[in-house]
């Protein structure tokens, strides 16, 4: 074959065509990763279970098959195979176990069976702006999951996972001992709160979420934070009838476009007193451009409708809703702080 012949791959491209290759096949370990997960693979071997027909006995699969995804799980570095035929997990694989305190067993779910469609269609997304979650599920995706209980838990855990994730550099860098009350609006099952109260003691705590929301929240396992804390359920389009000196809108604004997110920023604005804060917790857009803060961006825009913004941005919708920046407070991870008081 002739060297210029266009079915030969120059050398100096060779590498970037296996790496561009790698990142097309990211669907089958998404695949993969899902699978091993659905079927708790990785904890039936944990529990002693580590040759392929008894992991196929004990989880109910064909023999043949499962031999082959064990086999690619372990071009995964996911498990190790034994000369005597038994699997083994690796550190690596060990946090697709829903019991590994970092484990990434929800999201491993959440993306094939709640995300894998809407991206799908990022042409179509990318060709007339609109989000394409509904397209293809139906409906939004808080009314899908609220229409489909166990996608919502898988939701609700992925989030409480990867909340607690970030709760740490969070808390790192914001000092919540000047406050006596802080509302968290659009707060999820509570995640931050417990957090904060935890860290605060003389600290009160509001949840504001939709009634759904706060009727499946877990109890929290220390008694003195639940007394400290007062579940108020509504809209944050309409009202918010609380009366705090803390009030915190965390991953909530990035979930909407810019109509909506001022529509929020004013009715906090409202119901803030004269000398109240108001911390947004965002991913804030950086001209860094390897930042996941882009990557966030683009799903936002897929699933909910919602935008990553720069500070510029949060300083215009903070403007328009009659609250001022005081300051941004970046946190060791990829969330920042973004501090305001009323004009």
């Known amino acids: 074959m002739q060297p210029d012949s266009p079915d030969v791959i120059p050398m100096d491209t060779a590498e970037l065509h296996k790496q561009l290759t790698h990142d097309l096949n990211g669907f089958q ?8 997960v659905s079927l708790n693979v ?35 570095r996911l498990l190790n195979a034994g000369h005597d035929g038994h699997y083994t997990v690796t550190e690596r694989g060990a946090l697709l176990s829903p019991s590994h305190p970092n484990t990434v067993s929800a999201y491993a779910r959440l993306s094939v069976e709640q995300y894998w469609l809407p991206w799908r269609e990022l042409t179509q997304s990318i060709r007339d702006g609109q989000t394409v979650f509904d397209r293809v599920h139906g409906c939004k995706p808080w009314e899908y999951r609220n229409l489909h209980p166990e996608q919502g838990a898988l939701f609700d855990t992925w989030q409480k996972g990867e909340s607690s994730q970030a709760l740490r550099d969070i808390l790192a860098v914001w000092d919540l001992s000047p406050f006596k009350v802080v509302a968290d609006i659009g707060g999820g099952i509570g995640t931050l ?34 007394q400290r804390l007062t579940k108020l359920s509504g809209d944050f389009f309409k009202d918010i009838p609380i009366e705090a000196d803390c009030w915190v809108l965390k991953s909530v604004l ?7 997110a001022q529509k929020i920023l004013m009715q906090c604005a409202k119901a803030m007193g004269q000398h109240a804060r108001l911390f947004i917790i965002e991913r804030v857009l950086r001209d860094d451009l390897s930042s996941n803060a882009f990557m966030v961006d683009l799903h936002m825009l ?14 215009q919708l903070a403007s328009k809703a009659g609250l001022s920046v005081l300051r941004l407070t970046p946190t060791a991870g990829d969330f920042s702080l973004i501090e305001l008081t009323l004009q």
């Open 193 to 226: 709160l417990d957090a904060s109260l935890s860290q605060w003691p003389q600290l009160q705590g509001v949840l504001f979420e939709q009634a759904q929301t706060l009727a499946k929240m877990p109890p929290f396992q220390n008694p003195d934070i639940a």
């Open 302 to 315: 897929m699933v909910t409708g919602g935008r990553e913004r720069t500070m510029a941005q949060y300083q």
């Open 254 to 260: 990035h979930n909407w476009d810019d109509e909506h």
């Open 42 to 76: 990785i904890d039936t071997i944990q529990q002693g279970a580590t040759v392929s027909k008894d992991i196929a006995t004990v989880i109910g699969v064909d023999h043949s098959a499962l031999i082959r995804i064990l086999n690619a799980a372990v071009s995964l």
């Open 29 to 36: 370990r998404a695949a993969i990763m899902h699978a091993l």
